[in-house]
Antibody, heavy 117, light 106 residues
Framework: QVQLQESGPGLVKPSETLSLTCTVS????????WSWIRQPPGKGLEWIGY???????YYNPSLKSRVTMSLDTSKQQFSLNLRSVTAADTAVYYC???????????WGQGTLVTVSP | DIQMTQSPSSLSASVGDRVTITCRAS??????LAWFQHQPGKAPKSLIY???NLQSGVPSKFSGSGSGTDFTLTIYSLQPEDFATYFC?????????FGGGTKVEF
């Protein structure tokens, strides 16, 4: 059973960079796409983008200018960097596996990141 | 972007009830629709893919239907462990988008 676990700071200051890591266990990080999704308090889910195990990325145009994703196959981890954050970036951030059709088939349980001075 | 409109946003139900949740896409997504169950503090769980296919290990009391723009998730004989939030996801095109969620409450 594939399992994903998000980790990173729960508090980030405005204008700084939000950095999160997702650790994958129970399966190889190779041959799959890996995604980040977020959900602000009281709002719906927003897909942030994906990274393929080869390093190819695709970002949601709504966040593209501020997002970078990376991947470390040796550690079975992939990461999210979101630059120049504001209070609007406060959300629960989820990582997930994305199959080749676009289905998000395995998710982490999410981590709350608050943007505040 | 494809907008996904899910209804209702919440519903009250009792053990043994049948509940129906709908998801409408702003344009044709063929059958590229998935349904998820999300319980507080847990990872969202994939229930149904390609609109009507049950994920392995998911009980047959969950049923999905629809194609094009209109989709339905039906839960038969609701049990205590089924009280959760359910949401849909379209994967016909990027960016991936989600319905707003339906909270099934006792």
């Amino acid at each position: 059973q594939v399992q994903l676990q998000e980790s990173g700071p729960g508090l980030v200051k405005p204008s700084e960079t939000l950095s999160l890591t997702c650790t994958v266990s129970g399966g190889s990080i190779s041959s799959y796409y890996w995604s980040w999704i977020r959900q602000p308090p009281g709002k719906g889910l927003e897909w942030i983008g994906y990274i393929y195990y080869s390093g190819i990325t695709y970002y949601n145009p709504s966040l593209k200018s501020r997002v970078t994703m990376s991947l470390d196959t040796s550690k079975q981890q992939f990461s999210l960097n979101l630059r120049s954050v504001t209070a609007a970036d406060t959300a629960v951030y989820y990582c997930a596996r994305l199959d080749s059709s676009g289905l998000l088939d395995y998710w982490g349980q999410g981590t709350l990141v608050t943007v505040s001075p | 972007d494809i907008q996904m409109t899910q209804s209702p946003s919440s519903l009250s139900a009792s053990v043994g009830d049948r509940v129906t949740i709908t998801c409408r896409a702003s344009q044709d997504i063929k059958n590229y629709l998935a349904w998820f169950q999300h319980q507080p503090g847990k990872a969202p769980k994939s229930l149904i893919y390609l609109a009507s296919n049950l994920q392995s290990g998911v009980p047959s009391k969950f049923s999905g239907s629809g194609s094009g723009t209109d989709f339905t998730l039906t839960i038969y004989s609701l049990q205590p462990e089924d009280f959760a939030t359910y949401f849909c996801q379209q994967y016909n095109s990027y960016p991936l988008t989600f319905g707003g969620g339906t909270k099934v409450e006792f």
